[in-house]
Nanobody, 124 residues
Framework: VQLQASGGGLVQAGDSLRLSCAAS????????MGWFRQAPGKEREFVAA????????DYADSAKSRFTISRDNAKNAVYLQMDSLKPEDTGVYYC??????????????????WGQGTLVTVSS
């Protein structure tokens, strides 16, 4: 599956952004989906995940209460709503697809397919 992330940009602290990720194929609903980010000079880290059906989610501590992941299987898309952004949220955000996912589980690892990334810059 090919993934295309979009929606990044330059914002100020406290602002919101909504990232989108479009998948290329109709088997999208068979994949667990996640968002990851990589800050300058740091390793890529988990941000959020959503189960195949969209009913279950998981968040990194840094994202809890500020970010919301969702998916629309009819549109082959996953989203990340980011509110109350902080300068430490700056980085390249990647969406990813995980095969061999059970219906109800969000995953933090096992991702096989990655989008190209979209840059989010939060100024103070």
């Amino acid at each position: 599956v090919q993934l295309q992330a979009s929606g990044g940009g330059l914002v100020q602290a406290g602002d919101s952004l909504r990232l989108s990720c479009a998948a290329s194929e109709g088997r999208f609903r068979n994949y667990g989906m996640g968002w990851f980010r990589q800050a300058p000079g740091k390793e890529r880290e988990f941000v959020a995940a959503v189960s195949r059906g969209g009913g279950n989610t998981d968040y990194a501590d840094s994202a809890k209460s500020r970010f919301t992941i969702s998916r629309d299987n009819a549109k082959n898309a996953v989203y990340l709503q980011m509110d109350s952004l902080k300068p430490e949220d700056t980085g390249v955000y990647y969406c990813a697809a995980r095969p061999n996912a059970i219906q109800s589980a969000p995953y933090r690892d096992g991702y096989k397919f990655w989008g190209q990334g979209t840059l989010v810059t939060v100024s103070s």
